[in-house]
């Protein structure tokens, strides 16, 4: 079965910009969940996803938003990207809601400069 | 919001040796979780370990998990080269809105 894969891996956006990061969950899976993780902050949970709905909300300002497909595959976008948004963003996928074993995709290197 | 704390925050030990590495966290939870990372890479889970357990075994991973002192540990034996990277745990805040909440993770390095 093909892992989690998310798109693009690296990024180089200049601030003021917006980002769209996609991922596509194993397949059969419906829950898809974005992590941040910095050095600084180490990993914070961004939002959930279940079955196109957003099930749940980290604590991040509004310029984060995300969406789920039919077909489970999610994006997230940043919108007026500051120097702090640079992160490593990792997509996971679990089978259900209530499935807590997630299964992470290699994440998209995103530096805003 | 960072619930799971690791204990150490980085560990040197040799091939053949154990690495124990430990989790404390604030408030109830349903499951814990601990997953390994490759040096900037996506996230593996290793185990799961519900409330109602007390030790699990998976390969060469031992993990314990005590409700009452809010704390878990993870005891890889036998450590080879290729088990260095940094381990988080991760738990699921009951009555929280959030997924899953990681520790700031122990980097563990195994010298050949």
């Known amino acids: 079965k093909a892992g989690v894969t998310q798109t693009p891996r690296y990024l180089i956006k200049t601030r003021g910009q917006q980002v769209t990061l996609s991922c596509s969950p194993i397949?059969?899976?419906?829950?898809v969940s974005w992590y941040q993780q910095t050095p600084g902050q180490g990993l914070q949970f961004l939002f959930e996803?279940?079955?196109?709905?957003?099930?749940n909300k980290g604590n991040f300002p509004g310029r984060f938003s995300g969406r789920q497909f039919s077909n489970s595959r999610s994006e997230m976008n940043v919108s007026t990207l500051e120097l702090g948004d640079s992160a490593l963003y990792l997509c996971?996928?679990?089978?259900?809601?209530?499935?807590?074993?997630?299964?992470f995709g290699p994440g998209t290197r995103l530096t805003v400069t | 919001s960072q619930q799971g704390e690791e204990d150490p925050q980085a560990l040197s030990i040799q091939e053949g040796e154990n690495a124990t590495m430990n989790c404390s966290y604030k408030?109830?939870?349903?499951?814990l979780q601990w997953y390994r990372q490759n040096s900037g890479r996506g996230l593996v889970h290793l185990i799961l370990?519900?409330?109602?357990?007390r030790e699990k075994h998976s390969g060469r991973l031992r993990v314990t998990l005590d409700t009452s002192k809010k704390s878990s540990s993870l005891l890889i034996t036998a450590s080879r080269a290729a088990d260095t990277a940094s381990y988080f745990c991760?738990?699921?805040?009951?009555?929280?809105?959030?997924?899953?909440?990681f520790g700031k993770g122990t980097k563990l390095t195994v010298n050949p």
């Open positions: 996971a996928s679990s089978y259900g809601l209530l499935s807590y074993e997630q299964y």
């Open positions: 397949s059969g899976h419906r829950s």
């Open positions: 996803y279940f079955s196109e709905t957003q099930r």
């Open positions: 408030t109830s939870i349903n499951n």
């Open positions: 370990i519900r409330s109602n357990e």
């Open positions: 991760a738990t699921d805040a009951q009555g929280g809105s959030e997924k899953l909440v």
